[in-house]
């Protein structure tokens, strides 16, 4: 920054590194709490903290923008992607209630990207572990309290208090299914956080422990395969870092033959899996569903039936859908058949182009950096991806949030943008410096 922009002081403000730190905690503490939020103040008391957040994101880019390079502020799929889901309102049976939640995805967007921008790596798994131990402490407070001091459910937060026989637990995050897949995020956070020893060693255990015991109390069928998937990719991730440089190709298609292999005996074994998981009548649930959407996939198989993001349930097709299959259910319990029933097979390329791209790349470039801190956004990755074959987190509020954040960091790399920086005499790396704060 010049010593004209310095001498504003709005402006220094904006680009200053103690509002960037500040701006992340409160991004991650209002979209991870966004559930207690909600329970607590309202709707529009959460719409009013992101939108005033969003406003000062923009505000953000703004006064760094001579330090941010444009051909990397935004992935392409990432617009393509968000530009479709805003083209699907004109064929919305609603298309107020579409441009709504077009906007809530836009919000999220916007503060992904600023966080990508005006955070590393490591800044940002700092945020998120400070967040993350703050929440899930919270969590675990409430359900002792509710579960066994007061012996009586806390309804206004969701919480059941079943913490005395063990769970399933629901903390602040509504369902024990979202407290699953966010103590497995937390986990992940906080055992790079420790291997990157940015915290006193005791901090680290606790956080470890807490983030498990919570996974453990929730009683998600999902936390297991989530857990699986992710030390699966963390073995493989540090065998490719591991290997030497000429080998280190090789080794990746053969891992990448594995994992299609997995993959189609996980399929074949599915019930044998599914059995042991004790997920049987869970998955029965979730087939007659997809089974559902599908038949109404085929009406509008190219554009969907527009975007609305979690079900409306008075809305056509998800009274339909809900009504055939006897449930009430708010979302298709697997993020792909949403993207697919609202978006059609377009929407659905482009989702899993953003997502591919945003793990390959991520994946390639932590298998070539030394630090471990690079680790951190395919590992979060593959937990997104896996999760979003269960639930549809991934498509809004934290997974939506997650999501961006990484395409944003892997495509700051390995992209055309590095290619056509280093074309015009730049360095081809991240801009932004490793600050530890």
């Known amino acids: 920054m010049t010593d004209q922009a310095a001498g504003r002081g709005p402006v220094a403000l904006l680009a200053s590194a103690a509002l960037a730190r500040a701006f992340s905690l409160a991004v991650f503490g209002a979209v991870f709490g966004a559930v207690a939020i909600e329970r607590l103040a309202g709707r529009v008391t959460y719409a009013t903290i992101v939108t005033g957040l969003c406003v000062i994101a923009i505000g953000m880019l703004v006064a760094r923008r001579r330090e941010i390079s ?55 798994v700092r945020s998120l572990a400070d967040v993350m131990r703050v929440l899930l402490s919270v969590s675990l407070a409430l359900e002792v309290l509710s579960g066994i001091l007061l012996d009586t459910p806390l309804k206004f937060l969701g919480i059941q208090g079943n ?28 055992l790079v956080e420790y291997r990157t020893q940015s915290v006193r060693p005791g901090v680290s255990l606790y956080s470890v422990v807490l983030g498990g015991v919570l996974a453990v109390l929730s009683d998600s069928p999902t936390v297991v395969v989530l857990a699986a998937a992710v030390a699966v990719a963390a073995g493989a991730l540090a065998l490719v870092r591991r290997a030497t440089p000429h080998r280190r190709s090789a080794l990746q298609w053969t891992l990448a033959g594995a994992l299609v292999v997995g993959l189609v005996a996980a399929y074949i074994a599915r019930h044998p899996i599914i ?26 198989p190219v554009q969907g039936w527009g975007w609305f993001g979690p079900w409306a349930p008075s809305e056509i097709p998800f009274i339909a859908i809900n009504f055939q ?9 697997n993020a792909y058949f949403d993207v697919l ?30 630090s471990i801190i690079y680790a951190w956004t395919p590992l979060i990755l593959v937990a997104l991806l896996v999760d979003s074959m269960f639930e549809s987190f991934t498509l809004w509020g934290f997974g939506w949030l997650l999501l961006v954040l990484c395409a944003v960091r892997a495509g700051q790399s390995r992209s055309w943008r590095e290619r056509m920086d280093l074309g015009e005499g730049g360095s081809g790396l991240p801009h932004i410096p490793e600050e530890r704060t």
């Open 163 to 190: 913490i005395a026989a063990l769970g399933p637990i629901q903390g602040i995050f509504g369902t024990r299914n979202l407290l699953g897949f966010a103590a497995v995020l937390a986990l992940v956070t906080f």
């Open 275 to 300: 059995a042991w998981l004790g997920a049987g009548s869970d998955f029965s649930t979730r087939a007659g569903l997809w089974a559902t959407i599908l038949n109404y996939v085929r009406r509008d």
């Open 341 to 370: 029933l609202q978006l059609g097979w377009v929407g659905l390329v482009l989702f899993l182009a953003l997502a591919g791209f945003a793990f390959v790349r991520s994946w390639l470039v932590a298998s070539e950096r030394r």
């Open 325 to 333: 299959s006897g449930t009430s259910h708010a979302s298709a319990l």
């Open 70 to 124: 444009l051909l990397r502020l935004v992935p392409t799929t990432l617009v393509l992607f968000v530009g479709w889901v805003a083209a699907s309102i004109f064929w919305s049976s609603d298309q107020t209630r579409s441009f709504w939640s077009w906007l809530s995805l836009a919000g999220l967007t916007i503060l992904a990207v600023t966080i990508g921008h005006v955070r590393d790596t490591l800044q940002t």
